[in-house]
């Protein structure tokens, strides 16, 4: 299993940016899947999750409102919309796969990581 993250770059402050996730493996649709960031010095944190069909999502307090998780499993992705773009969401951006049966937003409860893609927010 390989993710691979794109879509990061420099936005101004209010700006917007869609990241996303291209899945290359077995059988993507049954992965719970997740976004997960880690500003310099701090830990990495939760961001969003999705389950296998879409129907179900969750936020970090910090995004709802503002960031929309989605995913096309027939084209093996997840997208991460970010609106209204704050200095605080800058960060590396990373996607994960749970096996999971239920939305996870513990990074410990994945099993399969993205390289990363860098998101920076200047003020």
């Known amino acids: 299993v390989q993710l691979q993250a794109s879509g990061g770059g420099l936005v101004q402050a209010g700006n917007s940016l869609r990241l996303s996730c291209a899945y290359s493996?077995?059988?993507?649709?049954?992965?719970?899947m997740g976004w997960f960031r880690q500003a310099p010095g701090k830990e990495r944190e939760f961001v969003s999750t999705?389950?296998?069909?879409?129907?179900?999502?969750d936020y970090a307090d910090s995004v709802k409102g503002r960031f929309t998780i989605s995913r096309d499993n027939a084209k093996r992705s997840v997208y991460l919309q970010m609106n209204s773009l704050k200095s605080e969401d800058t960060a590396v951006y990373y996607c994960?796969?749970?096996?999971?049966?239920?939305?996870?937003?513990?990074?410990?409860?994945?099993?399969?990581w993205g390289q990363g893609t860098k998101v920076t927010v200047s003020s």
């Open positions: 999705i389950n296998w069909s879409g129907s179900s999502t």
């Open positions: 493996g077995r059988t993507f649709s049954v992965y719970v």
């Open positions: 994960a796969a749970s096996r999971s049966d239920v939305l996870q937003v513990v990074s410990s409860n994945y099993n399969y």
